[in-house]
């Protein structure tokens, strides 16, 4: 998420939030983007792949939209994933990132030279 009051012209590092635990990017803290400038921090990202890939816990309500993919529960069902567990953010149980974002997103933050982000184990 953006700041409010961003320029979106002239968007700083800064202006850029988690949208799960509002922290502002900075330089040792990994951010991946989603849809409509949605992002995950890499902090958030580990807690969300201990909880739904190494735990397999599910802690998200019974609707609920991804903002990084955009999907939402009936999207889910159509493609066939209708009981996908998310992760809901700790400040906001209503914002929840699907297992297949918190897969994408930790493959390439795993891969990045950029970062020493690894998977939990
Ligand atoms: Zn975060
Ligand atoms: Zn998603």
Known sequence: ?????????????????CDFCHREWREDVPMVEGHHGSCICGNC???????????????????WQCPLCLEASADRAELGRADEPGWPSPLDPEVVVCRRCIKQASGALHKSSDYDWRKPV
């Open 1 to 17: 998420m953006r700041k409010p009051g961003t320029d979106e012209q002239n968007v700083q590092m800064s202006d850029v939030l």
């Open 45 to 63: 990202l580990s807690l969300a792949f201990r909880s739904v890939m190494l735990d397999k816990v599910n802690d998200a309500p019974a609707e």
